[in-house]
Nanobody, 128 residues
Framework: QLPLAESGGHLVQPGGALRLSCEIF????????IGWFRQVPGKEREGVSC????????DYAVSVKGRFTGSRDNARHTVYLQMNNLTPDDTGLHSC?????????????????????WGQGTQVTVSS
């Protein structure tokens, strides 16, 4: 089991910003592509962003492009998701997931089926 721990979720007003962190303990982050997903009760899980190892390619859902930025710090075993200009539609349980990959691969899926390991999630609530 690959332990992933998310943090950074909070209640924030529309237009605000948050930075989510996903820490992976004891594993080489180079071996994984990391995805962020959000879940709202009654709705399907949505892929928000992904970030590859090596070339550090990122991809984003259309709904968050231009507002969210993914990054990774392999030395700290941590992946970040900077979320700016938040809207109520960004509300949800945000989880990170790790998918086994080859270092330098451009594979960066926004579909959950591509991931092997999941964290418990951190709640983001955007409301005035």
């Amino acid at each position: 089991q690959l332990p992933l721990a998310e943090s950074g979720g909070h209640l924030v007003q529309p237009g605000g910003a948050l930075r989510l962190s996903c820490e992976i303990f004891g594993w080489n982050l180079d071996d994984y592509v990391i995805g962020w997903f959000r879940q709202v009760p009654g709705k399907e899980r949505e892929g928000v962003s992904c970030i590859t190892s090596g070339l550090v390619i990122t991809d984003y859902a259309v709904s968050v492009k231009g507002r969210f930025t993914g990054s990774r710090d392999n030395a700290r075993h941590t992946v970040y998701l900077q979320m700016n200009n938040l809207t109520p539609d960004d509300t949800g349980l945000h989880s990170c997931a790790a998918g086994e990959t080859v270092y330098g691969s451009s594979w960066c899926p926004l579909a959950g089926g591509g991931y092997n390991y999941w964290g418990q999630g951190t709640q983001v609530t955007v409301s005035s």
